[in-house]
């Protein structure tokens, strides 16, 4: 069939033609938005789930629809090796400059870009990656002890102010939060819950893998109580049939229920793979109906596809004694799996892996569901190890 007509888009964040099954979570996420606009009690959201589920694309969905609701919003990625100072500096100040502009806001804003001026000046000293212009001069006292934690309180209260004023909410959307140091991530909490108690319209959606929950309570106690952590997991059998068959029925394609039934099957209803395999069906089939032998032919091409891409990126990653510890626990299967099963496979004690493990987790590939679990956080990686590192070689 035409590659140009291919409707489906497997890609990193890339919105899919159909976003199926995710309506009442963004439903609930846009009433938190709206009760905090009034200014009622709201609870902040993060979105956990493992790669490739699609908390990027939902993500990006709720700030399309915060912002045709005029609410404010920054998007952020939190990429490894990056503070989080660096990251929120630059997008507060486009916020504050944004509610400059309305008459009704401007003196807050203003005094929100003179607090954003002291955060900055003496928080560059010990986050030296912070890089942001500066439109108006620091007030002596507000933001500027050199506390992050107490720093960002002060911080947000004025951007909060500022937004009530406007007669709006602020809704900061961030990704990838699981790699924000613990005590950075302990400040945007406190600073959160600060703006909860003032019932200031600041809200937090946030995206992560699943040990975002731990990390979060961690970081604060209370997080269980000021944030909301619905999962994000592989679609219903009926989403992932509309998330297939709708966009096909949009191009006048269809698809039996053979072919259907097959993709679900392989791709166990999670948004990548559907978007993957629809994708690289639509290639292999000569015309309508989109039959059985269709998939099949299709899922050897999705197959090197992913692993070259999806899975590959992944592995490239990590050193030569984690791919060993990942190729253990391909071993035993799709997990979760206990240390010391991974160990006995490997031959070696859990204490000598506690380091690799950790790294491993550090680095968003492994995540632990319960004490002295483990489990990939990259849905089907257990079959691409064992692709890639073939027999028993690896041992």
Request: glycine fraction near 8%; charge should be neutral.
């Amino acid at each position: 069939m035409n590659p140009i007509r291919n409707p489906f888009a497997p890609g990193a964040g890339t919105p899919p033609p159909e976003l199926a099954g995710r309506d009442a979570l963004r439903e609930s996420l846009h009433v938190a938005l709206e009760r905090a606009r009034l200014g009622r009690p709201a609870k902040s959201a993060m979105l956990v789930g493992l790669r490739g589920v699609g908390k990027t694309v939902l993500l990006d969905r709720v700030r399309d629809d915060a912002e045709a609701a005029g609410i404010h919003s920054v998007r952020i990625e939190a990429p490894e090796g990056r503070s989080l100072p660096a990251l929120l500096a630059p997008q507060l100040r486009q916020a504050l400059l944004r509610l400059s502009q309305m008459e009704a806001a401007k003196a807050y804003a203003i005094r929100g870009l003179r607090a954003l001026a002291g955060f900055v000046g003496k928080l560059k000293l010990t986050y030296n990656d912070i890089e942001v212009g500066l439109d108006y001069d620091a007030e002596p006292g507000l933001a500027d002890n050199g506390d992050l934690e107490h720093d960002l309180q002060a911080l947000m209260e004025q951007v909060g102010l500022a937004a009530k004023a406007a007669g709006t909410a602020l809704a900061l959307f961030i990704d990838e939060l699981q790699y924000v140091e613990e005590d950075q991530l302990a400040a945007l909490i406190t600073s959160l819950h600060r703006t909860e108690q003032r019932q200031l319209p600041v809200v937090l959606v946030g995206a992560g893998l699943p040990q975002l929950r731990g990390r979060m309570g961690n970081a604060k106690s209370y997080a269980e109580r000021l944030f909301s952590f619905p999962e994000i997991g592989p679609l219903t059998a009926d989403a992932a049939r509309l998330a297939i068959s709708k966009p096909l029925n949009d191009e006048g394609v269809r698809i039996t229920d053979e072919a259907l039934a097959e993709i679900l099957r392989v791709t166990q209803g999670y948004a990548y793979f559907l978007q993957a395999w629809g994708s690289h069906t639509w290639l292999a089939a000569a015309g309508s109906p989109i039959g059985l032998a269709d998939v099949q032919s299709a899922s050897t091409t999705a197959v090197a596809a992913l692993d070259e891409s999806f899975f590959r990126v992944r592995f490239d990653r990590c050193t030569p004694k984690e791919k060993k510890y990942l190729r253990a626990m391909a071993e035993l299967g799709e997990g979760p799996h206990r240390s010391g099963d991974i160990a006995a496979c490997m031959n070696a004690k859990v204490s000598s892996l506690a380091p690799t493990r950790s790294s491993l987790i550090a680095k968003g590939m492994v995540w632990s569901p319960n004490h002295g679990d483990t489990a990939f956080t990259v849905p089907m990686f257990d079959a691409f190890m064992k692709r890639i590192m073939p027999g028993d070689d690896w041992r």
